[in-house]
């Protein structure tokens, strides 16, 4: 699908790659009715909690390094600016500089909501800008100001020359997309538009761009990139406005999760010619190897990587194959976003664990550039198959499948998620750290983690005993599907 960065609004991931939140079958069929376009999503009589998508677009936003987050809407709106605001402080403490990013809301009240505050956007803007001299400004839009029909692009067309800095529309009415992974590509598309420049003449440099979460592993990524002659220009966390302004210039993209990178990564190769590395993610080892082989492939560096990847098997494989004996047999259900939940259902299955039931919070069908995405393709292709389902972050879908299937664990990417599994005497594994399972090292250590789970049940088990749970028998005797409607 072509990206226009000409026009501030996008499409949601529905509209355009298809996805979808409600599906109970096989992974196999979820797969093959995605390869062929068949694929069609349910929706919901009864929805448990959800996440809004401005969320996860403003606090990528809000990631950059002295900037400006306008949210023009109600102050109920602007509640997920602490979160943001505190990380960015935090994040840019632990890597040792100093972020002036601020986070406004504009406090739209019933006045503004009846008569339109276009005017006091417009001042809010201004007075941002001269009290903070931000190096960028991302105004955005909420579910009151597209209800009424606020028109933010004007007004940001029409204070652009007195601001003197990048300035973009951020459309991130909450209601318009059931998938929150939405505003990811909405916070790529106003970097795009309002601060990634053309490449000068004759310039690529040696630079990678890695989109991921927090730069945890930083150090580490940059000490495995040396190796090859590689300089990571880590996105958005900490990043300058200078240094997105040259993302065209690099010699490739790649990213810790096809969920959150794809937008970007798609982006920059139509619009500059700047190669994504598309591979199955970083997880476990056949993700990690495959993942540096295309990288290899893309930058030339083909010799240097197999070298690499020689020294890291000889290091480390003994010790997982070692691991491994402690884990065969082990069976484990997955909840997460779609750009783990296929990953590491990957490596589950490499050590030896059996993963009965996996549930992705949404399901791309299709990527931008057409194709499925290339974890689903890799079970596929490898004849992997396990009962799958989709579901928007839905607790009670979880419980009833912890319940009937009762596995040695569970494993997902939220912690309200893995609290209620430990609450059902389920031991939980909590896959917080984007950088858990990366390459040889973590992965041996993700292996240890989950022989600590098992082996050490007393927490969950006396958890369990004084804990009541609100699902009724009722519940757990019905079919996991059970408020999904049938798609038309």
């Not at 102050?75 to 100093?98: D, E, F, L, P, T």
């Not at 002036?100 to 009240?109: E, L, W």
């Not at 006045?111 to 339109?116: E, K, L, P, S, W």
């Not at 495995?224 to 210039?249: A, G, K, M, W």
């Amino acid at each position: 699908m072509a990206i226009n960065i000409e026009n501030s609004n996008i499409g949601t991931r529905e509209n355009r790659i298809g996805s979808i939140t409600g599906y109970v079958g096989t992974l196999k069929d979820l797969a093959t009715k995605s390869e062929c376009g068949t694929l069609k999503g349910c929706s919901r009589c009864f929805s448990q909690s959800s996440t809004c998508l401005s969320m996860c677009g403003l606090s990528q936003l809000a990631a950059i390094r002295d900037v400006a987050v306008i949210h023009h809407g109600p102050a109920g709106c602007s509640v997920s600016g602490a979160n943001s605001y505190y990380m960015s402080r935090v994040m840019a403490k632990k890597r040792g500089v100093a972020s002036r990013t601020i986070y406004v809301g504009t406090d739209m009240n019933e006045n503004d909501t009846i008569f339109g505050s276009t005017g006091k956007l417009k001042e809010i803007i201004l007075e941002v800008n001269k009290r903070y001299s931000p190096k960028a400004i991302f105004v955005s839009s909420s579910c009151a100001t597209g209800i009424i029909g606020e028109d933010i692009d004007s007004i940001v067309d029409d204070v652009r020359s007195q601001v003197g800095v990048p300035i973009a529309a951020v459309h991130c009415e909450g209601f318009k997309s059931r998938i929150w992974a939405t505003g990811f590509d909405i916070s790529d598309h106003a970097v795009m538009q309002a601060i990634v420049k053309p490449p000068r003449e004759g310039v690529r440099t040696n630079k990678i761009n890695f989109k991921n979460f927090f730069e945890s592993a930083r150090p580490e990524i940059i000490e495995i990139f040396r190796n090859f002659d590689l300089e990571p220009v880590f996105l958005y966390c900490n990043s300058t406005v200078e240094e997105l302004s040259r993302l065209s210039e690099s010699i490739a993209t790649t990213c810790i999760c096809g969920t959150l990178g794809n937008y970007l990564g798609n982006a920059l190769e139509e619009k500059y010619g700047v190669p994504y590395v598309r591979s199955i993610n970083q997880c476990g080892i056949k993700g990690f190897e495959a993942w540096l082989r295309e990288i290899g492939k893309v930058t030339g560096r083909a010799d240097k990587i197999e070298k690499y990847i020689a020294e890291q098997r000889a290091l480390y494989l003994p010790q997982i194959e070692e691991a491994k004996k402690e884990l065969k047999g082990l069976t484990a259900v997955l909840g997460m976003g779609p750009g783990y939940t296929f990953e590491v259902s990957r490596v589950l299955d490499e050590l030896g664990i059996k993963v009965v039931w996996a549930l992705a919070w949404h399901y791309d069908k299709k990527y931008e550039n057409g194709d499925v995405p290339p974890s689903m393709k890799y079970l596929l292709d490898n004849d992997i198959d396990f009962e799958a389902s989709v579901a928007d972050q839905q607790n009670y879908e979880v419980m009833n499948i912890l319940n009937r299937y009762k596995p040695d664990m569970y494993l997902s990417r939220h912690p309200g998620s893995t609290v209620w599994a430990i609450k059902n005497g389920t031991p939980a594994i909590y896959v917080a750290d984007e950088y858990m399972i990366f390459g040889y090292r973590h992965t041996l250590e993700f292996a240890r983690t989950i022989i600590d789970a098992i082996k050490n049940r007393s927490f969950e088990e006396n958890l369990a005993k004084r804990s009541r749970l609100p699902y009724t028998d009722w519940w757990y005797s019905q079919k996991v599907d059970a408020f999904l409607q049938e798609a038309k």
